[in-house]
């Protein structure tokens, strides 16, 4: 019977085969979770090591600058001689592996008094940052420098941590100033083992990076802000998350957390090649028995199964990516069509309202003459994050209507409803401060044209998509950077009732490479 029917043998191989399949494959997923737990806990023990060391050596040397301020306070000080007088103000705690000096400086930015000499040694601190902040506001308390060359003897890379002195009626009196060499926590961060492709990082809240592992001079001093990896880094206290790192193109898993009650962030990040070499190991082991083990049961059915399900893996890859832009992430213009004829049939069903935003890039031509296409691409990336953020509602679709062109469907939404979320996108684009010279903003823009389908004014879905476009164009011929809404009379931007000036120059940065 068995050689009359040989399909039998190959439904009973490939049930077999597929129950010793899924046993393998659930022990090595949960291997694999596992794993990443591990790099997950190791990564959150050296965080908080990092942490807890560089939180403990900074509260200390600020309380040798509190010792300073003390000290200062003597009436006698003046007249004790030098000796004694460096014994009162200065502890032993600026005589650290690292640690610079402590210094005086009055309110000109000239030296007062030296921890490390006697007279102190001649120079003006004048156009440091640390001076500027602390001359310049009262309330400033410890702050911590962007990286510097000391002018002292030292010249290693150093940051300053420093506090203001106040006159008993509150003027400048100068500040206490300590210094600190980069070289500390270069140290601190090559003790750690972050396997091959593992990064740590230590930046100021203001995206200025202090030290980086793996180490390279030219990133100290650069500024992050604008980066993906940093605005995550700013929206909370810690977090983790997996991205990727365009210095260096690596994908890591990161965890980050902001030190103490200093403006300071810490970020410490695994390869996922890291944290996975050893599963991958064993899993190709485990792999490789359970194949020659399906294979004794039944070859055939064995290589059945793997087609199938590869190529219903690959029908779901083609499927997903027919309906994405494969750029920004957001639906490409096909799909949005798709949606946008089955909400018009929706709404007028229902007696909705149904509103759409047409987004067009300001002189989105010049900006690519200008800075390549590679930069580019990096700025419509953002304005596709700028709207995919607000646009959250369950049913609200946007995709990429093509080129440097977004459109966002708003199922029953009416008109002013469309008209404020299309003035958080375009504000949240503005926001980005991506620089942009050939615009008459200085940075990259949006212009909108906002349509909503309600009673008998657009007759069509083609029609509503015309009404926007009409719109947009207005906002075009307007001035850009403004959204302006259709009416069957003429269109009507929303700067027309409570016109906002905008400032004749805004502070501009540039996209560039995060950690």
Same mark, same amino acid.
């Given at each position: ?125 004048a156009d440091r940052d640390y001076f500027k902040v602390q001359r310049d506001s009262r309330n400033v308390g410890l702050y911590i420098s962007r990286p510097f060359m000391p002018k002292a ?137 359970? %194949?020659?083990? *399906? $294979?004794? @049961? ?7 199964? =793997?087609?199938? &399900?590869?190529?219903?893996? !690959?029908?779901?890859?083609l499927r997903e990516l027919a309906r994405t832009d494969g750029l920004t992430g957001l639906n490409n213009r096909r799909t949005f069509e798709e949606l946008l004829d089955e909400e018009w ?29 590679? %930069?580019?691409? *990096? $700025?419509? @990336? ?7 953020? =607000?646009?959250? &509602?369950?049913?609200?679709? !946007? ?59 657009? %007759?069509?879905?083609? $029609? ?52």
């Amino acid at each position: 019977m068995v050689t009359r029917r040989p399909n039998i043998v190959i439904a009973i191989s490939i049930v077999l085969a597929s129950a010793i399949l899924a046993i393998a494959v659930w022990v090595l997923v949960q291997m694999r979770d596992d794993a990443l737990r591990r790099a997950q806990d190791s990564v959150f023990n050296v965080s908080l090591l990092i942490e807890r060391d560089v939180s403990r050596n900074l509260e200390i040397f600020d309380l040798s600058l509190r010792a300073v301020m003390d000290g200062l306070n003597q009436p006698d000080l003046m007249e004790l001689k030098p000796q004694t007088r460096q014994m009162v103000l200065f502890d032993g705690s600026a005589s650290a592996k690292d640690m610079g000096s402590l210094f005086v400086f009055d309110e000109n930015g000239n030296v007062k008094f030296d921890s490390q000499a006697s007279p102190p040694r001649d120079f003006n601190v004048a156009d440091r940052d640390y001076f500027k902040v602390q001359r310049d506001s009262r309330n400033v308390g410890l702050y911590i420098s962007r990286p510097f060359m000391p002018k002292a003897r030292h010249k290693d890379i150093s940051i300053a941590l420093s506090r203001r002195i106040s006159r008993p009626d509150g003027s400048f009196g100068g500040i206490v100033v300590g210094t600190i060499r980069l070289a500390y926590f270069h140290r601190l961060f090559d003790g750690m083992n972050l396997g091959p492709g593992g990064s740590m990082a230590l930046m100021l809240r203001d995206g200025t990076m202090l030290m980086r592992r793996p180490y390279d001079p030219a990133i100290v001093g650069i500024n992050l802000t604008g980066t993906a990896n940093y605005s995550r880094f700013i929206t909370q206290p810690s977090g983790d998350f997996f991205g990727t790192a365009s210095i260096d193109g690596v994908e890591r898993w990161y965890a980050f957390r902001q030190i103490d009650m200093y403006p300071l962030i810490l970020d410490v990040a695994l390869s996922t090649r890291d944290i996975y070499v050893e599963w991958r190991h064993r899993a190709w082991i485990i792999g490789s028995l359970i %194949a020659a083990l *399906d $294979a004794t @049961i039944i070859a055939l059915a064995i290589l059945f199964s =793997n087609q199938l &399900r590869r190529r219903r893996e !690959a029908e779901d890859e083609l499927r997903e990516l027919a309906r994405t832009d494969g750029l920004t992430g957001l639906n490409n213009r096909r799909t949005f069509e798709e949606l946008l004829d089955e909400e018009w049939r929706r709404a007028q069903r229902n007696g909705w309202p149904l509103s759409m935003l047409l987004i067009d890039v300001d002189s989105f031509k010049g900006f690519n003459d200008l800075y390549g296409h590679s %930069a580019g691409d *990096d $700025a419509l @990336i953002a304005v596709a994050h700028s709207i995919a953020q =607000n646009v959250r &509602r369950p049913g609200d679709t !946007a995709a990429r209507f093509g080129g440097e062109e977004f459109a966002v469907l708003l199922p029953d939404t009416d008109e002013a409803g469309a008209t404020s979320l299309a003035e958080q996108i375009r504000a949240a684009v503005q926001a980005h401060q991506v620089r942009h010279v050939a615009s008459s903003h200085h940075v990259l823009t949006v212009s909108m044209g906002v349509a909503t389908a309600q009673g008998n004014a657009i %007759a069509t879905s083609r $029609a509503l998509v015309n009404a926007a476009d009409g719109a947009l164009y207005e906002a075009k011929d307007a001035g850009r950077n403004r959204v302006m809404c259709y009416r069957a009379a003429g269109n009507v931007s929303i700067d027309d009732v409570a016109p906002a000036a905008l400032p004749d120059s805004l502070p501009t940065t540039e996209l560039r490479s995060d950690t």
